[in-house]
């Protein structure tokens, strides 16, 4: 069966510090990736996806950036953390399109 | 646009009580419908998936249905541990990828 990690669960940070949250995958090959954020009381939003090793898409411009050295491997990561970077870090797999997409357990990331 | 809104926003009911969650959406070509389950400080959990209108899903005490417009998610005679934050994603064939769109979520808590 499949399963998806990530790590760190929880991160506390300084405003100005670099991140990198890694999310791995077991027991499946070349899935789409995916990160997405959710700020408290609200839904999940798109930041990175990638179908392949190499390949990433950003859906809205901001301090992040997203690398997948290996098939199963999805890395997040800043150079200068913000405040607004502050929220919960999921990272989502998906085999053949439309039968969903499944979430790892998050990383809570706390910017101060 | 593609769009998902989901009502209501907070949800109270007695063990036992039985009640509906809804889901609005619009979507340019409707690849699947999903809901899922969401604990506090942890990742989605995947419930169900919704291909075409009429089309029906149960799991325990959940039911998924589906309209051209909107999804149903009924809830039967629900026990305290069915308290949890409910989201609906629409996946849609626009894109070139299998973007899902969120809604903000129903949070349900279930008093004994």
Redesign the interface.
């Given at each position: 069966s499949q399963t998806i990690h990530?790590w760190p669960a929880t991160l506390v940070q300084p405003v100005g510090s670099p991140l990198s949250l890694e999310c791995t995958v077991e027991g499946t090959s070349n899935p789409?990736l995916?990160w997405y954020r959710q700020a408290a009381?609200?839904?999940?939003q798109?930041l990175f996806?990638s179908?392949g090793i190499g390949q990433i898409?950003s859906?809205v411009p901001q301090n992040l950036s997203a690398s997948r050295p290996q098939d199963r491997q999805f890395i997040l990561s800043s150079k200068k953390l913000l405040l607004s970077d502050s929220g919960?870090y999921?990272c989502a797999w998906?085999g053949l399109?439309?039968?969903?997409?499944?979430?790892?357990?998050?990383t809570?990331l706390l910017v101060l | 646009e593609d769009q998902?809104t989901q009502s209501p926003e907070a949800l109270r009911l007695q063990e036992g009580e039985s009640s509906s969650l809804n889901c609005s959406y619009t979507v340019s070509g409707l690849?699947?419908l999903?809901w899922?389950r969401q604990d506090p400080?942890?990742?989605?959990?995947?419930l169900f998936?919704l291909?075409s209108a009429g089309e029906e899903k149960e799991k325990e005490r959940l039911k998924a249905t589906l309209t051209k417009k909107e999804s149903f998610l009924h809830i039967t005679a629900p026990k305290p541990e069915d308290s949890a934050t409910y989201?609906c994603?629409v996946?849609g064939f626009s894109g070139g990828?299998?973007?899902?769109i969120?809604?903000?979520?129903t949070r349900l808590a279930v008093h004994p």
């Open positions: 990530q789409n995916y009381g609200r839904g999940l798109l996806y179908v898409s859906e919960f999921l998906e399109a439309g039968l969903g997409q499944y979430f790892g357990p998050g809570r | 998902v690849r699947g999903f899922y400080g942890k990742g989605p959990e995947f998936t291909y989201l994603a996946q990828y299998n973007k899902l969120f809604g903000a979520g």
